[in-house]
């Protein structure tokens, strides 16, 4: 028991002549904000940058005069209830007002060893929704979300007549070749683009109509395309188990489903400050790299390649499959 104490007061000792680093000292909600020329008011917010996880802006209640999203570029000195600004406070009245719209709380979205690094207690840390998401608004998608769970508890009352009226959709997976586009339009490789396309459905006894889907496809250089398929030809089983495609190893194009494996949204490419170029999920920020694998966030799986083939002019076909969502392994649903 001694020589243990001894074996640790000798490794305090080391740490202690170790250099300390001092943690960065974030902005405090309610501190005060100070231009070189006057006070203008306080801070009631953080912005988060999901990718960095870095403080970017503060948003200050500006006494009265409405709330304006400041840069950290702006911030000068962080002190215990003070955040020095370096401009004057005329320049930050002129810039454009707070829209929380824009944003979603941390209580949203998932953003795994946050508060390792955030140190803002109590409020609200915000993270900004992107850009192409905004008409997609979060409200909405949890909207629809708590319809699916409501719907989900009245199934099994509905349940046989729901089967009667269905019976017409209980039929094979569709593995129709469905055409996308011209590879013409991939201008670079290991760059994910996205291509539309339409899909007849039918539902129940209701009339045939069309939908928009989308795939990512991607020109992949040889290091991308060994991390996608392994060193190994990628193949497509029908319900029976038969081999319904084989995507060849050596052929650089990849599609990838456009609904993201975590919940099913959908996806963008971006390109991010230290990651590069990568695919991001606004849902929850699950972000994959150009191969589809997992680099961050929740999603249990990478992004489902589907099956692919491309015509001697360009013209590139894919099977539409829809996978499980949420499930580590592939469990096609569509
Ligand atoms: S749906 Fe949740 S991260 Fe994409």
Redesign the pocket.
């Known amino acids: 028991m001694a020589g243990d104490l001894q074996e640790h007061s000798g490794e305090y000792a080391e740490a202690d002549q170790k250099e300390v680093v001092e943690p960065m000292v974030q902005p405090k909600l309610k501190s005060k904000v100070r231009c070189p020329d006057q006070d203008i008011g306080e801070v009631t917010r953080v912005v988060v940058d999901p990718l960095s996880h870095e403080i970017s802006h503060i948003v200050v209640a500006m006494n009265g005069r409405g709330e304006r999203q400041v840069a950290m570029d702006h911030v000068q000195a962080v002190t215990e209830g003070l955040v020095q600004l370096r401009t004057p406070s005329a320049d930050i009245t002129a810039l454009p007002l707070f829209k929380r719209a824009d944003y979603v709380t941390t209580h949203e979205v998932e953003i795994s060893h946050l508060e390792e690094k955030i140190h803002v207690t109590p409020g609200e840390v915000l993270v900004p929704l992107p850009e192409l998401e905004k008409e997609v608004k979060r409200r909405t998608f949890f909207m629809n979300f708590t319809n699916a769970i409501g719907f989900l508890i009245g199934l099994p009352l509905a349940f046989p007549i729901i089967r009667f009226l269905m019976k017409p959709m209980y039929i094979p997976f569709n593995n129709e070749w469905l055409k996308v586009g011209n590879i013409s339009k991939i201008k670079q490789e290991d760059i994910g683009v996205q291509f539309k396309y339409k899909k007849k459905v039918k539902e129940a006894y209701m009339p045939e109509y069309e939908i928009e889907k989308n795939v990512w496809i991607l020109k992949a250089t040889p290091p991308v395309l060994e991390k996608i398929n392994q060193k190994k030809d990628v193949e497509f089983h029908d319900a029976k188990g038969r081999t319904l495609w084989t995507n060849k190893k050596e052929v650089p194009y990849v599609a990838f489903s456009g609904k993201?494996p975590?919940?099913?949204?959908g996806?963008k490419w971006r390109k991010h400050k230290t990651l590069g170029q990568i695919f991001l999920?606004p849902?929850?920020?699950?972000i994959f790299g150009a191969s589809g694998e997992v680099v961050d966030?929740?999603?249990p799986r990478g992004l489902d390649v589907l099956p692919l083939k491309m015509s001697a002019d360009g013209e590139i076909e894919i099977i539409d499959m829809e996978f499980k969502a949420g499930t580590k392994s592939q469990v096609r649903i569509i």
Request: charged residues 0%; glycine residues 14%; aromatic residues 8%.
């Open positions: 993201c975590h919940l099913g949204c996806y999920c849902c929850h920020l699950s966030g929740p999603s």
